[in-house]
């Protein structure tokens, strides 16, 4: 807004120029010269402010106060030497100035100077041997300039307000749902920490061979599981086709890669690498080849990475242990950071892994700043009311009742102008309307000017459409509101010429003067919104991703407490031997009943507790393998009735045993039943589990699918049927 008032007050010492060098005998030329030539130095000092020191307004306001020192002096030094109804030369100049101090100034300490500025003009006009009514009604026209424009600050200042507390609410929102989304994304991928370096080191410890691998993935798994674990941000600043190469490396892998882009080593790029590098784990571990295809495409809206290899393949649809692996570290790694993860695989033919994660960015977009009107329906009133005033002075000169007529016309015109000006939709036709109907509505008025040499109120019509250009600049465009204001002259003069008669070019730039200033008042207070906005949307996105990093180190801190609680207290000491040395006997029939109790928290968190976890171990101690596959999705209901058929069941499973319950999500809405498959050794353990569970008031559930040895038990929980007769 301060370099708004600059430039304004630039314009003014130009058309204060012109008026100096147009001047007749009626001004002294030395004194006026002096006053212009001191509030040029002001204004100059006002623009190399601006332009240092944003935020002072001390240029602004000795400004202000130079003009309302030569408004309340001019009538004794700078006025005319004989009685004249033209405005002074240094007239523009002071209005700008005056008005200028709405932008720096308080509001009562403004009123005071407005006041004293419609003083002064009162007095400049009666000095002028104007007639009191005269100078009265140009002084309250003067008044409310200066209250509209003191108006329109502080609705500028209101509104700047409600953007900052509107912005503010929003990016607190989004702050919520940004922390959601990280604790999600976190726990997400902690679980395919899980699964890729402590299952992984587990099972290697426990029954793969002594090479070192599995003491490296224990150190891996320790410093992402312990509290003092590195932020993703502080990765070896790689190439991410050098990352890839040195993994197939270690691998033992062919990696042809091929990558276009920059590679971000943020939380989206390091799930992506995290997958590849799965994805290559899974090339080494089960295809049979050395060779894996890696093609990488990173552009500004999508980071897109296909692996694939022509090794043996595998059925997608059969629930194994590689498909609910690549379910943990490669699908539900990327869709934690939004992205999807497409796998392919044909046995004999290979498999292929692409994924896809979009680049939004992580600071929400805000929307377009829309101004409410209510907040400056206070400066429309004081520019209606000042357009009734114009009509009101302009009707006095004429004694004509037909241009009374005429000029009362006129003034309902021009009201009706800002009302739709106020009120209208915004496009472009609107405005590029409104230019046109002020410009017929001069043109028409223009016709009923008696003396178009006369430098008087005939020409009222034209500061009649202040408040029209003002707002059209700050509604719409300051471009087209100063095309309009440009435009009112030339019009003028075509008209006057038209109807054969001489105008006066100083009389109409003189009244369009105006017009130029308060396009320019206009523009500025709509920079100065959409200014005023976009600072507080700055400062909004810093504050916010400053505390989205916080966020970050919040959500990976508690994610990795939250897997640390529910790995238990075993896991990290196991983890810590397998560093250490080789395992006895001993240490690996632990290791191998902690991969099986940590394999339970991956594909059935929601089922296994504590009493449940504790039984599963027990049962795997006496020889009975124990598989789970639950998606994290099973109703309630079905939750606690799975849970209370396993703890009854899996106390008299025979040794060596095996039980397997399912459960997977439908994509319809019919509920789907867990299922719990016991194979069992003989048909004669199968016959002895079948009156068990008839013991157990479970026989309703249970069908025998072979004589010999399976046994289907099927946990039917959905809502609206029967819930399972069993205790707990």
């Known amino acids: 807004m301060l370099r708004g008032a600059a430039a304004a007050a630039l314009v003014a010492c130009v058309v204060g120029l012109i008026d100096l060098l147009t001047l007749d005998a009626q001004y002294a030329l030395a004194p006026n010269a002096a006053a212009l030539f001191v509030f040029a130095l002001a204004t100059g000092w006002l623009i190399e402010g601006t332009m240092r020191r944003p935020l002072d307004r001390r240029p602004v306001r000795v400004l202000s106060l130079l003009a309302l020192v030569i408004l309340l002096i001019q009538p004794w030094l700078l006025g005319p030497l004989r009685p004249s109804v033209e405005y002074p030369p240094v007239w523009h100049i002071m209005i700008v100035g005056v008005v200028a101090g709405a932008v720096s100034l308080p509001v009562r300490p403004y009123l005071a100077l407005a006041v004293l500025a419609a003083a002064g003009v009162a007095i400049s006009r009666v000095h002028q041997r104007m007639s009191t009514v005269q100078s009265v009604a140009e002084a309250a026209l003067f008044l409310l300039t200066c209250l509209a424009a003191i108006t329109a600050i502080e609705a500028l200042r209101r509104s700047a307000r409600s953007i900052s507390a509107a912005t503010t609410d929003l990016w607190q929102f989004h702050e919520v749902a940004a922390a959601e989304r990280m604790r999600e994304s976190e726990r997400i991928r902690m679980d395919a920490i899980v699964h890729d370096r402590v299952l992984a080191a587990l099972l290697?410890?426990?029954?793969?061979?002594?090479?070192?691998?599995?003491?490296?993935?224990?150190?891996?798994?320790?410093?992402?599981?312990?509290?003092?674990?590195?932020?993703?941000?502080?990765?070896?600043?790689?190439?991410?086709?050098?990352?890839?190469?040195?993994?197939?490396?270690?691998?033992?892998?062919?990696?042809?890669?091929?990558?276009?882009?920059?590679?971000?080593?943020?939380?989206?790029?390091?799930?992506i690498t995290d997958a590849t590098l799965e994805a290559?784990?899974?090339?080494?571990?089960?295809?049979?080849?050395?060779?894996?295809?890696?093609?990488?495409?990173?552009?500004?809206?999508?980071?897109?990475?296909?692996?694939?290899?022509?090794?043996?393949?595998f059925d997608i649809t059969e629930d194994t242990g590689r498909s609910t692996g690549m379910d943990t570290s490669i699908r539900a790694r990327i869709e934690g950071v939004g992205g999807h993860a497409h796998i392919t695989s044909v046995p004999g033919q290979g498999t292929r892994v692409v994924i896809s994660v979009p680049r939004a960015s992580a600071a929400p977009t805000l929307p377009p700043a829309r101004m409410d009107r209510s907040e400056f329906g206070l400066v429309v009133l004081f520019a209606a009311a000042a357009t009734i005033c114009h009509g009101v002075i302009g009707a006095a000169h004429y004694g004509r009742t037909s241009v009374v007529v005429a000029v009362i016309a006129g003034t309902a015109?021009?009201?009706?102008?800002?009302?739709?000006?106020?009120?209208?939709?915004?496009?472009?036709?609107?405005?590029?309307?409104?230019?046109?109907?002020?410009?017929?509505?001069?043109?028409?008025?223009?016709?009923?000017?008696g003396d178009p040499m006369r430098p008087d109120w005939q020409w009222w019509f034209v500061g009649a459409l202040d408040g029209v250009i003002a707002v059209l600049a700050f509604r719409f465009s300051g471009r087209v509101a100063l095309v309009t204001a440009l435009l009112v002259p030339p019009v003028i003069a075509l008209v006057v010429l038209a109807s054969g008669r001489q105008p006066s070019i100083s009389a109409i730039s003189d009244s369009a003067t105006q017009l130029l200033m308060y396009a320019v008042l206009g523009a500025v207070l709509r920079r100065g919104l959409?200014?005023?906005?976009?600072?507080?949307?700055?400062?909004?996105?810093?504050?916010?991703?400053?505390?989205?990093?916080?966020?970050?180190?919040?959500?990976?801190?508690?994610?990795?407490?939250?897997?640390?609680?529910?790995?238990?207290?075993?896991?990290?000491?196991?983890?810590?031997?397998?560093?250490?040395?080789?395992?006895?006997?001993?240490?690996?029939?632990?290791?191998?009943?902690?991969?099986?109790?940590?394999?339970?928290?991956?594909?059935?968190?929601?089922?296994?507790?504590?009493?449940?976890a504790a039984l599963l171990d027990q049962t795997r101690r006496r020889g009975v393998g124990v598989e789970l596959a639950i998606a994290s999705r099973m109703p309630d209901a079905q939750v606690v009735d799975l849970r209370k058929v396993l703890m009854t069941t899996l106390p008299t499973v025979p040794d060596g045993s095996l039980v397997r319950a399912t459960w997977h999500a439908s994509f319809d809405d019919d509920p789907q039943p867990a299922r719990i498959v016991l194979i069992l050794p003989s048909a004669s353990a199968a016959k002895g589990q079948l009156a068990a569970l008839r013991t157990a008031h479970l026989e309703e559930l249970v069908s025998l699918?072979?004589?010999?040895?399976?046994?289907?038990?099927?946990?039917?929980?959905?809502?609206?049927?029967?819930?399972?007769?069993?205790?707990?």
């Open 530 to 612: 959409g200014r005023a906005r976009n600072r507080i949307a700055r400062l909004a996105r810093a504050t916010f991703e400053a505390r989205r990093a916080e966020l970050a180190l919040e959500a990976r801190a508690m994610a990795a407490e939250e897997r640390r609680e529910a790995l238990g207290a075993a896991v990290i000491p196991m983890l810590r031997v397998i560093v250490r040395a080789p395992l006895t006997r001993e240490e690996r029939s632990a290791a191998v009943r902690l991969e099986a109790a940590v394999r339970d928290l991956l594909v059935a968190r929601r089922v296994v507790d504590g009493p449940l």
């Open 280 to 313: 290559l784990r899974n090339v080494a571990r089960h295809s049979g080849q050395r060779l894996a295809v890696v093609h990488a495409r990173f552009t500004p809206r999508l980071a897109r990475v296909s692996i694939s290899d022509p090794g043996r393949g």
């Open 413 to 449: 015109a021009i009201l009706g102008l800002l009302f739709v000006t106020w009120r209208a939709p915004h496009t472009r036709w609107v405005q590029w309307g409104i230019c046109v109907g002020a410009l017929v509505i001069v043109g028409a008025l223009a016709t009923t000017v």
């Open 204 to 271: 290697l410890a426990a029954r793969g061979p002594d090479d070192g691998t599995a003491a490296v993935l224990a150190a891996s798994a320790i410093a992402d599981l312990e509290p003092a674990h590195r932020d993703p941000q502080d990765r070896p600043q790689d190439t991410w086709a050098a990352i890839i190469a040195a993994a197939g490396e270690r691998l033992g892998l062919r990696v042809q890669t091929r990558t276009h882009g920059a590679w971000t080593n943020d939380n989206a790029g390091e799930a």
């Open 705 to 728: 699918r072979n004589d010999d040895e399976l046994l289907i038990l099927t946990v039917l929980g959905a809502p609206g049927e029967q819930r399972l007769p069993c205790n707990p």
